[in-house]
């Protein structure tokens, strides 16, 4: 199956957003990874506390901050949104889907965010 990553600085929100809904709603299409070039101790808490909501998927049973090295080689890397800075991953990123980090706003930030990527999820 083709390996689609989504890729992040810290990869603990918007990143590991796309990888909970890429394995619950195309789960057997693609393998779906979340990596970044940082990690943080735990996964954005308001991202888990939505996604818990709206999908009952618990992110934090099967996923965790993880570095680019640590997920196969990708067939696709997609970036979450560049206004951070884009990590170098090794190769160039076959797409950038220009998300805000939610980060910090409030739930309808992050709701927005979470349907888009659920949008773009069903393009792949």
């Keep these: 199956m083709r390996k689609v990553a989504f890729i992040c600085v810290h990869n603990s929100c918007r990143s590991q957003i796309a990888e909970a809904l890429g394995k619950h709603l195309r789960g057997t299409d693609c393998d779906f990874y979340s990596a970044g070039v940082e990690t943080k101790p735990q996964i954005n808490q308001d991202a888990v506390r939505l996604m818990k909501e709206l999908y009952d998927i ?13 997920i196969p080689k990708p067939d696709t890397a997609i970036s979450m949104g560049c206004d951070v800075g884009c990590p170098y991953i090794g190769k160039a990123f076959d797409d950038n889907w220009n998300l805000p980090d939610p980060t910090g706003h409030n739930d309808e930030a992050f709701i927005d965010v979470i349907r888009h990527i659920e949008e773009n999820i069903m393009k792949l």
């Design 58 to 70: 618990d992110m934090e049973k099967t996923q965790y901050s993880k570095l680019i090295s640590d």
